[in-house]
């Protein structure tokens, strides 16, 4: 029940277009659901998180969505740029662990 | 500029060698973790610790060691390094402890073994 599997592991998409990314889990004890955004080389950086007390969390072109009953969260990238092009980490935690368990990445590449 | 500062940014390092990463932050963050990133396995936490004095295993902690001596430095310690340590290294910070906290990196570590 500790695992996240994160699909798809690539994804290419047009500038303009949407890019969604699904992650899912299975423990029912998972409260915290953080997105991470690493581009070539660099760090890990936090974009957007969501809490199990809410459905859905919008900031400017990104949203995530938390389907409890379901156990899957989505990143939602709207209007995708050049610049989202990156690999993009789910993760998921709660109060009862230590650790923050990752997904294995996806790679988004937006064309111009 | 706040944040976490991780050195060295890259090493190469014979096999059998002790190595000391270190990583500062000035956060006064009172979490810190360590983690290893393997291209295709994301990321994976070595070793964390809650409070300074404090450290726990994470899920790959073979072969690491860390110290919790103050706030601000929780360096990374390969006793004796062996080439399936080669990766890259990022420390991270969170201002509480817990999994439910957010977290944020450093710049990272890339440890060649040899």
């Known amino acids: 029940g500790e695992n996240v599997e994160q699909h798809p592991s690539t994804l290419s998409v047009q500038e303009g277009d949407s890019a969604v990314i699904k992650c899912t889990y299975s423990?029912?004890?998972?409260?915290?659901f953080p997105w991470y955004k690493q581009e070539l080389g660099k760090r890990p950086q936090l974009i957007i998180d969501?809490?199990?007390?809410?459905g859905e969390k919008k900031d400017q072109r990104i949203a995530v969505t938390l389907n409890k009953t379901a156990k899957h969260f989505s990143l939602h990238i709207t209007e995708t740029q050049p610049e989202d092009s990156a690999v993009y980490f789910c993760a998921k935690g709660n109060t009862g662990f230590q650790k923050l368990v990752f997904g294995t990445g996806t790679r988004l590449l937006v064309s111009p | 500029i706040a944040g976490i500062t991780q050195a060295p940014t890259s090493q190469i390092l014979a096999a059998g060698r002790r190595m000391t990463l270190r990583c500062t932050q000035d956060?006064?963050?009172?979490?810190m973790y360590w983690y290893r990133q393997d291209l295709g396995l994301g990321l994976r936490l070595i070793h964390y610790s809650n409070t300074a004095g404090t450290t726990g295993k994470g899920e790959v902690p073979d072969g690491y060691s860390v110290s919790r001596a103050n706030t601000d430095d929780f360096p990374l310690t390969l006793a004796s390094a062996v080439p399936s340590q080669t990766s890259v290294y990022f420390c991270?910070?969170?201002?509480?402890?817990?999994?439910?906290?957010?977290?944020?990196f450093g710049d990272g570590t890339r440890l060649s073994i040899l």
């Open positions: 423990d029912s004890a998972s409260n915290y």
């Open positions: 956060m006064r963050h009172n979490a």
């Open positions: 969501i809490r199990s007390n809410v």
């Open positions: 991270a910070s969170s201002a509480l402890g817990g999994s439910n906290q957010p977290q944020h």
